[in-house]
């Protein structure tokens, strides 16, 4: 991919927000962006050092980075991730045993796993009610355009809510763990792109009109887009 993808959020927030999507190795200074405005939001909530788990998923997976800019002014953001030894694994180590969600991965990267998570806005920019959810949404296209079929998380107890409502399931064999700290208590939920007919209404036909915008002004090198797609 030889550049940014941008569209634009829902047009009920005035002004929209404008969304970029990039890979971190091919414009590391927004994928810097995301890590500086994502560690000062963990911040805020005294979660100090999260970001580094990000920063080390970086730098060993094909990461890709979802940004959302208002008025010029970076307002939120969201990550993903695609190798064969996907962060989580690491980031979850001593909190759920890897010996039950290894396999569940291994079982499901015939037809494509991504790790998304990291899902921040700034707080300057709360009144915007459907900031969050454009960048909640804007990771499936995300999903889309690697070709993956699954995506797997993190999700704490009282924004499973949220997430249910893009089509992520918990995974009921990995039972709730405190993460990133002991006030919150956290489950691995999942999303299979091929039943968002579960999701709210509009998901699915809002994801596929975006993925065929973006592969009118993305890529020639489809290959490193979509590891995932089968001919």
């Known amino acids: 991919?030889?550049?940014?993808?941008?569209f634009w959020g829902r047009k009920t927030d005035i002004p929209p927000a404008r969304i970029t999507i990039v890979r971190s190795r091919r414009d590391t200074q927004l994928w810097q962006d995301y890590l500086q405005g994502a560690d000062a939001r963990y911040e805020e909530y005294g979660l100090k050092g999260v970001t580094e788990d990000h920063i080390d998923a970086g730098e060993h997976s094909d990461t890709w980075c979802t940004l959302a800019w208002l008025d010029g002014e970076l307002a939120g953001g969201m990550r993903?991730?695609?190798?064969?030894?996907?962060p989580i694994l690491d980031e979850l180590k001593g909190h759920v045993n890897s010996k039950y969600l290894a396999p569940l991965i291994r079982g499901r990267q015939v037809d494509g796993v991504v790790h998304c998570g990291g899902l921040w806005v700034n707080k300057k920019f709360r009144g915007y009610p459907n900031l969050t959810a454009d960048l909640a949404r804007s990771h499936l296209v995300m999903v889309r355009l690697v070709g993956a079929r699954w995506s797997v998380g993190t999700s704490?107890?009282?924004?499973?809510?949220?997430?249910s409502s893009l089509g992520y399931r918990v995974d009921p064999s990995i039972p709730p763990f405190p993460y990133p700290d002991d006030r919150y208590q956290t489950r691995?939920?999942?999303?299979?792109?091929?039943?968002?007919?579960?999701a709210e209404s509009g998901l699915r036909?809002?994801?596929?009109?975006?993925?065929?915008c973006l592969s009118t002004t993305a890529p020639q090198d489809s290959l490193s887009i979509a590891p995932f797609r089968r001919p």
Not at 1 to 6: D, I, K, L, N, Q
Not at 80 to 86: D, G, I, N, T, Y
């Open 205 to 212: 036909d809002w994801m596929a009109s975006q993925a065929e």
């Open 156 to 163: 704490a107890e009282h924004t499973l809510d949220a997430w």
């Open 1 to 6: 991919m030889t550049g940014s993808v941008h």
């Open 188 to 198: 691995v939920v999942w999303c299979d792109t091929r039943v968002l007919h579960d």
């Open 80 to 86: 993903m991730h695609v190798a064969q030894h996907l």
